[in-house]
């Protein structure tokens, strides 16, 4: 069974930084693309980031590109996204997922940026 349990929100100023982790287990996480999408308020769910099974290729949706940073620990089974500059529009829940396409989720984190 997957098991993916995020960690590491919460509330920062506009300008902050938070580093979210994904413990993974269940499944064979070194050999596994991952992905890191969110959920705003009110809003459909939106991929945010990807990263293949060695780490050696990335990428991120426009918006948060030179601002977030996906990596991984595969010894550890841990997925992170450092999230840097935060704006409040990146308020939302963040979810860890198996797959790059997203597949499986994991019950998220919740960050919100404000004042």
């Known amino acids: 069974e997957v098991q993916l349990v995020e960690s590491g929100g919460g509330l920062v100023q506009p300008g902050g930084s938070l580093r979210l982790s994904c413990a993974a287990s269940?499944?064979?996480?070194?050999?596994?693309?991952m992905s890191w999408v969110r959920q705003a308020p009110g809003k459909g769910l939106e991929w945010v980031s990807g990263?293949?099974?060695?780490?050696?290729?990335?990428n991120y949706v426009n918006s948060v590109k030179g601002r977030f940073t996906i990596s991984r620990d595969n010894a550890k089974n841990t997925l992170y996204l450092q999230l840097n500059s935060l704006k409040i529009e990146d308020t939302a829940m963040y979810f860890c997922?198996?797959?790059?396409?997203?597949?499986?989720r994991g019950q998220g984190t919740q960050v919100t940026v404000s004042s």
């Open positions: 997922a198996k797959g790059w396409p997203a597949g499986e």
């Open positions: 269940g499944f064979s996480f070194r050999i596994s693309a």
């Open positions: 990263i293949t099974s060695g780490g050696g290729r990335t």
